[in-house]
């Protein structure tokens, strides 16, 4: 079977960009990373791609606000792009910084504000796929996810949580201490269509065992792997 071409999209600052290419190989998909600024030059690159993926980091040093400047570039640069993108039936999840991206770009509802407890978070977690979830990047996977946080800006707000869950837009709830007061411990959402996918922790950093801290002890066994994230993304979008 060919495999699927996937971008990666990166801006000055990101730091998880060949995290997510690698993790995207080994789902299957043949992943190219672009900074913004090429994609602006040449959006043939997102044309020519099924997959995307908006690259966790810290874009400009998230100076004037986390994912405020890499969203102006892509809003300002590439218009309606993603849009259509999406609206061609082919999914983008953005991690972390990707995330606070996809918010600001209206691709995801919500927000993201400072961490409840004021200062920047670095640790593992476990996240719960929630039931309703309309996700194709959560579809099939009933364990829980292991992988790490690490961000000061995750704390998720929408004035109606409840709203989002009954649509099917919850994606994914921390099972382990919420780490950053997001509304109704909610760790990923997703659009109406569930196409699109924003979550704040890393799944590209747990995509084998031996990155999962206790994996000596039995710990981040293959079930709880991030890389099923990215294999039921690179599924949906070799299906469609």
Same mark, same amino acid.
């Not at 043949?30 to 030059?41: F, M, P, T, Y």
């Not at 690259?55 to 640069?77: E, H, I, P, W």
């Not at 593992?124 to 364990?143: C, E, F, Q, Y």
């Given at each position: 079977?060919?495999?699927?071409?996937?971008?990666?999209?990166?801006?000055?600052?990101?730091?998880?960009?060949?995290?997510?290419?690698?993790? +995207?190989? +080994?789902?299957?998909a043949?992943?190219?990373?672009? +900074?913004?600024?090429?994609?602006?030059?040449s959006?043939? @690159?997102?044309?020519?791609?099924?997959?995307?993926? #908006?690259?966790?980091?810290?874009?400009?040093?998230?100076?004037?606000?986390?994912?405020?400047?890499?969203?102006?570039?892509?809003?300002?640069?590439?218009?309606?792009r993603? @849009?259509?993108? =999406?609206?061609?039936? &082919?999914? #983008?999840?953005?991690?972390?910084?990707?995330?606070?991206?996809?918010? &600001?770009?209206?691709?995801?509802?919500?927000?993201?504000?400072?961490?409840?407890?004021?200062?920047?978070?670095?640790r593992? #977690?476990?996240?719960?796929?929630?039931?309703?979830?309309?996700? =194709?990047?959560?579809?099939?996977?009933?364990?829980p996810?292991?992988?790490?946080?690490?961000?000061?800006?995750?704390?998720? #707000?929408?004035?109606?949580?409840?709203? +989002?869950?009954?649509?099917? !837009?919850?994606?994914?709830?921390?099972?382990?201490?919420?780490?950053?007061?997001?509304?109704?411990?909610?760790?990923?959402?997703?659009?109406?269509?569930?196409?699109?996918?924003?979550?704040?922790?890393?799944?590209?950093?747990?995509?084998?065992?031996?990155?999962?801290?206790? @994996?000596? &002890?039995?710990?981040?066994?293959?079930?709880?792997?991030?890389?099923?994230?990215?294999?039921?993304?690179?599924?949906?979008?070799? !299906?469609?």
């Open positions: 079977m060919s495999r699927l071409p996937a971008i990666v999209i990166a801006g000055p600052g990101t730091n998880r960009d060949d995290d997510v290419a690698t993790a +995207l190989e +080994l789902a299957g043949d992943a190219k990373i672009v +900074l913004a600024r090429e994609l602006i030059e959006p043939r @690159h997102l044309d020519n791609a099924r997959l995307a993926v #908006v690259a966790g980091g810290f874009s400009y040093a998230d100076s004037l606000g986390a994912g405020r400047m890499l969203a102006l570039d892509l809003t300002t640069g590439l218009g309606d993603l @849009h259509d993108f =999406v609206g061609a039936g &082919r999914p #983008v999840i953005g991690i972390c910084n990707g995330f606070q991206v996809l918010s &600001r770009t209206s691709l995801i509802p919500g927000s993201l504000g400072h961490n409840a407890q004021g200062h920047f978070d670095c593992w #977690v476990v996240l719960d796929r929630v039931a309703k979830s309309n996700s =194709v990047w959560t579809k099939g996977i009933d364990d996810i292991h992988c790490p946080i690490a961000h000061g800006e995750g704390r998720y #707000v929408h004035p109606d949580p409840d709203s +989002l869950e009954v649509a099917g !837009q919850v994606a994914l709830r921390y099972r382990s201490t919420n780490p950053n007061g997001s509304v109704s411990d909610i760790a990923g959402v997703s659009d109406p269509s569930g196409l699109v996918l924003g979550l704040m922790p890393h799944p590209e950093n747990h995509i084998v065992a031996r990155q999962h801290p206790h @994996h000596r &002890r039995g710990g981040g066994g293959p079930a709880h792997l991030g890389l099923r994230i990215f294999e039921a993304g690179v599924s949906h979008a070799k !299906q469609s």
